[in-house]
């Protein structure tokens, strides 16, 4: 990413990498996550499933924007 760049990103490139980030996460925190925490109550399960993906989403979204970045503006 180049703060210095007059190219806006386009918007569907960055959701679409995002969405290829996030998608896989939760499936394999359903199959790994889910049969730990499947008794707890339905708010506890969301709160961890969330504390989980927040910070990673957070860690690696940015990232993987910066890396498809040429082709995010393109």
Same mark, same amino acid.
């Given at each position: 990413?180049?703060?210095?760049?007059?190219?806006?990103?386009?918007?569907?490139?960055?959701? #679409?990498?995002?969405?290829? %980030?996030?998608?896989?996460?939760?499936? &394999? @925190?359903?199959?790994?996550?889910?049969? +730990?925490? /499947?008794?707890?109550?339905?708010? #506890?399960?969301?709160?961890? %499933?969330?504390?989980?993906?927040?910070? &990673? @989403?957070?860690?690696?979204?940015?990232? +993987?924007? /910066?890396?498809?970045?040429?082709?995010?503006?393109?």
């Amino acid at each position: 990413m180049n703060s210095n760049d007059p190219r806006p990103p386009k918007k569907w490139k960055m959701f #679409l990498i995002s969405w290829l %980030f996030v998608y896989p996460v939760i499936n &394999l @925190m359903f199959a790994v996550v889910f049969p +730990l925490v /499947q008794d707890l109550h339905q708010l #506890l399960k969301t709160l961890i %499933f969330t504390a989980l993906l927040v910070p &990673l @989403m957070g860690i690696f979204i940015p990232k +993987l924007h /910066q890396k498809f970045w040429g082709w995010i503006v393109k």
